[in-house]
C-alpha cells in the first residue's frame, strides 16, 4: 500500500516532455477537482486541461487558480471549460464533438463524476434509469466518442489512459451481474432504496464489464477503475426522507471522521493513474491493484458465464463475465443509441 508520502513522491516524477491533453468529467467539485488542481500542480500548468461539468461558476474559479506556465514556457497549453449535463446522453456527444473540434489526441480521460440518492430514482428523458445515466452510461460514451483520440496519443509515443473513478473490487462469484435487469428496468420499481440500490450496484459492475470490453480490443491502452473510498467532500452525503431521515443525519455526521481530504484521495488516484501501463486494472482506494490483466493483442471475449474470470483469466474483485461484458455492452450501446466505431 502506498503511503500518501510514497504517492506523492511517485507523482512528481511524472514530467512528460509533451504537453499532455487531460480531460476532466466532473472536475468542478470533489474527488474530480482535486485530482485537477493536483495534476495542473505537478505539470506547473503546462498542460491542455479541459474540464467537463455542470457548474460554469466553479469551473472559472478553479481554472483561474491553475499554475501557469511562464511565457514561452510552453507551447499548446490552455485550460478550458465545456459545460454538460451529464444525465442526457445527447449533451454527452455534443461535449465529446466541442472535444474532437480542440484537440486531435487525448493523453488523459479522467471520469469522477457521479450520483447517489435514495430519494430520487427518476427515468430521464432519454429513457435511462437516473442512477445508472449519472454513474454509467456517460462514461461509456465518453470512452466511445473519445476512444480515437487517446489512440492517437499512444501512437505518438505518449500516455493514452482511461480511468473511471466510481466503485472498483466489489464484484465476486456470489455477486454476478444481474443480466435479467439490464438498465434496471425489467423488474418492477417498487422501493425507492431497493431500486436506488440496485443501480449503484449496477453501475460498478457495468463499469468492470465495460472497462474489460475496450481493454480486450485496444491492448495498448490503460483503463483502470478505481475506488475512492470514503471522501470528505461537498457531495459526500446520504439522503434518506420519511422515517429513515433521522438515520441520515446521523451518517452524514459520522461521514467527514471516516474520510480523507479530496486533495490526499486525489494523490492515490494519480499514483494508479500516473503508473498503470496498458491493460485493465481495477484499482483500491490506496492505488494498489486489486488485480489487473494485459492483453497481447485484441481480443474478442467469448460466452464463459464464470464470474470474476476475464477470457480465460481470473480477477479478484471483478464482477463480470466474458458472457456478461458481451451482454452489458450490448444493451449499453441500445440504450445509449451508440454505433461501434
Known sequence: ?????????????????????????????GVGQGMLETFARYVQGRAHIIVVGRNEHAAADIIARL???????????????????????TNVREACAAIRAKVARVNFLVMTAGYSSFVNIAITSEGLDLHLALRYYWRYV???????????????????????V???GRGSPKRPLDLENLGNQVKPRVGRFTVALRSIIMSSG???????????????IAFTHIHPGIVRTPTQRVDFDGLLTPLSWVINFILPFLGVSQDQCAEHMLYALFTGQRGLFLVDRYGDPVSAHAF????????????SVLNGVPMTGYGASDLGVGRVVEHTESATRATVA
Open 1 to 29: 500500500m502506498p503511503t500518501p508520502a510514497l504517492a506523492k513522491a511517485s507523482n512528481a516524477t511524472f514530467r512528460p516532455a509533451y504537453v499532455p491533453v487531460a480531460i476532466f468529467v466532473g472536475g468542478t467539485s
Open 67 to 89: 499554475p501557469k506556465p511562464a511565457d514561452g514556457e510552453a507551447d499548446g497549453w490552455t485550460h478550458e471549460f465545456i459545460a454538460c449535463d451529464l444525465s442526457l446522453m
Open 142 to 164: 465518453f470512452i466511445h466518442e473519445l476512444l480515437p483520440l487517446v489512440k492517437n496519443a499512444h501512437d505518438r509515443g505518449e500516455d493514452a489512459k482511461v480511468m473511471s
Open 166 to 168: 466510481l466503485g472498483a
Open 206 to 220: 457495468y463499469t468492470d464489464a465495460m472497462l474489460a470490453h475496450f481493454a480486450a480490443r485496444n491492448p495498448d
Open 296 to 307: 497481447d493483442a485484441p481480443v474478442e471475449l467469448g460466452n464463459s458465464e464464470e464470474t
